[in-house]
């Protein structure tokens, strides 16, 4: 008696098919899984003997053989229970093998035949989409596998449950998607007095999606300000919501299965190790990073994070991607997120402030700030000082703009760029345009070029700063509605450039 069922092995975000092969045939009593198991895996053959104990289901006096195919790669995760336990009842010939064949199964066993949720769903309703078969999967993954419009998820309580639907017994209707998840935030940019320049900055910032360095005193707002600009960003569009879910679906923190809209805010904190930032572990799980993708990676104390840290962020800044390679995993995440840092502008922070001058100007601010690389510094688009408010500033009532009306702005220069880059699919904001593409849509105007030649001659501009900066001047255009770069739009994007030269 033998019979197959589906599954998945996740690598990455990518969620390969894998076949769950069951064999009972005479000889020794015994229970074995083969295919690269891990502990997970190996520890699922009791699980789902109590399982079956619980239903009253009795095992044979036989062999009973468990191939996870393909065997050469690696099978991590206690998802593995569920089709394991579906392809030895069909074995047993309890279900239809036809009706298990034709479904990719994932979800944890509990002692009593409970269904216990699992990471990845979402990732594994897209094979089961594209093979076209059913998707099952614990209750609670349900709401989450459902957003998949092609495929048909069922979701059970428990394997009893599920036995009841194949037999026809207890048919469970397929699962309907979860709710859209719209965080709000009472956060305003309004709330902000004074820090225009700052303000301008990281509207630019949203606008192309360019990375932003803040340097000012303590409680000069930094934070404050960084904490603001999911208010202003625009929602993800439908791609953008799957690629970021799907990654959160993998780590485990999507919330009751529905998929956000809104883009993701990750604020890790300096003491977080390399894996935490990048990603890795045992099992290579993705990262702050990764986490952050198509929205906000807020690092505060930028130097105080170390230096190992910092450095491993210059590659997918520029590339977009982050690839993890362990021992027992090499696996792929994408990572296109807007880095915002803020860093006090020495050790004691006061460097810049006459009312509490540093005793050890100019020795303090260049140890500190030393910390941050050249090449890293280098891959920030604007630098923008944060000078201290004063407290009889605080008291004055509210006159900046609101976030509703910088986000329509911003809202406004996304759409400039999508249609802009209709051709380019690999391109989807400003910051992301390189080569011919840049040139085509970014070249300024003579007297922007003549200016943009000049600044680089005088500060020594890398290649990388100059098209940086060209970057950034093509997203002030759009925010100005202007089809062209021109010289104000340069002097402005060359002005957040070099800012911070002093300092740095």
């Known amino acids: ?46 699980r789902v003997r109590a ?23 690696p099978k991590e995760g206690s998802h593995f229970d569920l089709p394991i336990a579906m392809a030895l009842l069909a074995a047993l010939e309890i279900l239809p093998r036809d009706e298990v064949a034709g479904t990719v199964s994932l979800g944890e066993l509990s002692l009593n035949g409970d269904l216990v949720p699992v990471i990845g769903a979402l990732p594994a309703a897209m094979v089961a989409a594209s093979e076209d078969k059913v998707l099952l999967c614990p209750e609670a993954c349900g709401p989450e596998a459902a957003w998949v419009d092609a495929a048909r ?10 036995i009841r639907h194949f037999t026809g017994q207890g048919v469970i209707e397929p699962s309907t998607p979860g709710e859209v998840n719209g965080t709000t935030t009472a956060s305003d940019f309004a709330e902000v007095k004074g820090q225009e320049r700052a303000k301008r900055a990281l509207e630019i910032a949203a606008a192309g999606r360019h990375h932003v360095m803040m340097v000012g005193s303590p409680g000069s707002g930094k934070s404050m300000l960084s904490k603001r600009i999911p208010s202003i960003l625009p929602p993800m569009s439908p791609i953008e919501a799957l690629e970021t879910s799907m990654i959160h679906s ?39 990073i990764s986490l952050a993708h198509n929205g906000v990676l807020f ?28 021992a027992n995993a090499h696996v792929k995440y994408p990572c296109r997120f807007m880095l915002i840092a803020a860093a006090n502008p020495c050790k004691c922070g006061y460097l810049a402030d006459p009312a509490r001058a540093c005793a050890r100007v100019p020795i303090c601010g260049d140890e500190y700030m030393g910390r941050i690389s050249g090449p890293l510094m280098d891959r920030f688009d604007l630098r923008v ?32 760029q999508t249609d802009r880059f209709v051709d380019a699919p690999s391109v989807r904001v400003n910051a992301e345009a390189e080569g011919r593409v840049l040139e085509a849509f970014a070249t300024p105007d003579s007297e922007g070029r003549a200016l943009l030649n000049k600044v680089a001659e005088r500060f020594g501009l890398s290649a990388r700063g100059y098209h940086r900066v060209l970057r950034v001047a093509r997203t002030i255009a759009d925010l100005a509605g202007e089809a062209d770069v021109k010289r104000p739009h340069v002097a402005e994007a060359v002005s957040y450039r070099l800012s911070l030269s002093q300092e740095v």
């Open 153 to 162: 998820v069922i979701a059970p309580k428990s394997l009893a449950a599920a």
């Open 385 to 416: 000082e944060v000078p201290p408010v004063a407290y009889t500033d605080l008291d004055l009532p509210e006159d900046g703009e609101s976030s509703v009306t910088i986000a329509a702005r911003v809202a406004a220069a996304r759409q400039i």
């Open 1 to 46: 008696m033998s019979a197959v069922a589906y599954t998945v092995a996740f690598d990455g975000i990518e969620a390969k098919m894998v076949e769950v092969q069951c064999a009972v045939t005479p000889g020794m009593p015994g229970f074995a899984i083969v295919g690269l198991p891990d502990k997970a895996v190996s520890e699922a053959r009791e």
């Open 299 to 326: 690092l505060d104390e930028f130097p105080e994070f170390p230096r190992s840290v910092l450095e491993t962020l210059r590659q997918p800044i520029e590339t977009g991607e982050v690839i993890v390679a362990r």
């Open 51 to 73: 399982a079956f104990a619980h239903m009253a289901i009795a095992l044979p006096s036989k062999k009973i053989t468990v191939n996870l195919s393909p065997a050469n790669m």
């Open 250 to 288: 993998l780590a485990g923190v999507l919330e009751k299965g529905g998929i956000n809209r809104t883009r993701p805010f990750q604020e890790p904190h300096h003491t977080a190790s390399t894996a935490a930032i990048i990603g890795g572990g045992r099992t290579a799980k993705p990262g702050q």
